[in-house]
């Protein structure tokens, strides 16, 4: 298992901005990480990936306004997500695939 820790949700404004960060225990060199984000009706919906290896992915309700990235030496994978919509509004959790394991999440709220 690998500990997984997002920070950096909160309320925002429809167009603003917010930059999530997932901090793993372990290295996540050349390990997919996924971020992921829950509604109000606990549905679970995939939001981007990031390999590591520049082939980043993302859900088309998002593409265009959300850029995932990471730091390998701090175990660190970033969501920045811009052009916000109310839409947007959930727990964002992240995902480490070669462990199957979830962080606890950060809620973000777009609404004015």
């Known amino acids: 298992q690998v500990h997984l820790v997002e920070t950096g949700g909160g309320l925002v404004q429809p167009g603003g901005s917010l930059r999530l960060s997932c901090v793993a225990s372990?290295?996540?060199?050349?390990?997919?990480i996924d971020w992921y984000r829950q509604g109000p009706g606990n549905e679970r919906e995939w939001v981007a990936h990031s390999t590591g290896g520049g082939n980043e992915k993302y859900a088309d309700s998002v593409k265009g306004r959300f850029t995932v990235s990471r730091d390998n030496a701090k175990n660190t994978v970033y969501l920045q997500m811009n052009r916000l919509k109310p839409e947007d509004t959930g727990i964002y959790l992240c995902?480490?695939?070669?462990?199957?394991?979830w962080g606890q999440g950060t809620q973000v709220t777009v609404s004015s």
């Open positions: 995902h480490a695939r070669y462990t199957d394991s």
């Open positions: 372990d290295t996540i060199r050349s390990r997919v």
